[in-house]
């Protein structure tokens, strides 16, 4: 038996640019994390010789079937076949927050599910390449409306700017920060979850149809990125870094009107005039979770003014996707 896990991720600034449909015209680029919250992934051996079946997977559901296509669960389904499995394996997956909440669940999945499968085979496989199989199970054969970040964020790891030149050329590079920067910036991180959960898929394809109306405005996102970059290694005062992302969220609210609501204006707010830098929602938008920067003296002021919604704890730098136990 072996157990995978693959992190979640908090994008701070780029979204949108890591859609091919952007970036293989303009080039792209994401400031992300990955955080120390994960989809795991445990494969065992079934002896289908024993039952009436030849494989078991769990997952918010139990499947039991004899063959590859008889399985529901897309992403296990792809991901079998594409690893040339067709029986003698028992699958289970949990995660450590929920699905469809703006962190990149459903990629995490990918590349732990992927990573565990390529593992029980004895296969060797790199980060990047875990990244590429993934972003072509997910765009190429269940032909999902996602970017590429999530993907290559949960096979990395890392605090890194990523930097999309094309589909198959993803360049990854770290921040050069030190432990007390980090610690910084960890101290400042404050999360909380609005409640919504929804699905990426509708939204993003909204957003693919208007990236000729938002070129501009996805420019300057991608433009942040560098800004952000320079503010963060630079040892630059993180309130700046939090008006960057306060800056960066508006222009993500002109994408597409459903990107935010009511409810998540009057929290984003709420934050705001009790101390908060600046923060953003992630992912496609609709719900999931709200991140802000926020200066330790402020920190309980903005706990009090969100108090109705929980806050999760994050550290940021998390290891990328990794088999954490084998026996």
Not at 29 to 54: C, M
Not at 96 to 106: E, H, I, K, Q, R
Not at 268 to 284: E, I, N
């Amino acid at each position: 038996m072996l157990i995978a896990r693959a992190p979640l991720r908090v994008s701070f600034l780029g979204g949108g640019t890591d859609f091919p449909e952007y970036f293989q015209d303009h080039g792209g680029a994401v400031l992300a994390s990955a955080i120390d919250k994960f989809s795991y992934v445990t494969a065992s051996t079934f002896y289908s010789h024993l039952f009436n079946y030849s494989m078991r997977l769990s997952y918010s559901q139990s499947e039991l079937v004899k063959t590859v296509d008889e399985i529901k669960h897309p992403v296990f389904r792809e991901c079998l076949r594409y690893c040339g499995y067709g029986k003698d394996i028992e699958l289970h997956t949990v995660a450590d927050l929920p699905a469809f909440t703006g962190l990149g669940s459903s990629s995490s999945f990918t590349v732990a599910l992927l990573q565990a499968l390529h593992a029980f085979k004895g296969e060797y496989v790199t980060p990047i390449q875990l990244a590429y199989e993934a972003i072509h199970i997910e765009r190429n054969v269940l032909k999902e409306c996602v970017g590429v970040q999530d993907q290559t964020t949960a096979a990395i790891g890392g605090f890194n700017v990523l930097e999309f030149r094309a589909i198959d050329d993803i360049r990854v590079h770290a921040l050069p920060l030190s432990p007390r920067r980090m610690e910084e910036i960890n101290t400042h991180i404050f999360m909380i979850f609005t409640g919504i959960t929804r699905r990426a898929h509708d939204m993003e394809s909204q957003k693919i149809q208007k990236i000729g109306i938002n070129k501009e405005h996805l420019h300057r996102l991608r433009a942040m990125v560098d800004e952000g970059y320079a503010m963060l290694v630079s040892g630059q005062s993180l309130a700046a870094f939090g008006e960057l992302l306060h800056q960066g969220w508006v222009l993500k609210r002109n994408l597409d009107s459903k990107v935010s609501n009511p409810e998540i204006d009057e929290l984003y707010d709420r934050a705001r005039a009790a101390g908060a830098w600046g923060g953003k929602l992630l992912g496609a938008g609709g719900g999931g979770f709200l991140l802000f920067l926020v200066p330790p003296e402020n920190r309980a002021k903005v706990a009090a003014a969100l108090a109705h919604k929980h806050e999760v704890k994050v550290t940021l730098r998390a290891p990328g996707s990794q088999v954490i136990f084998a026996g």
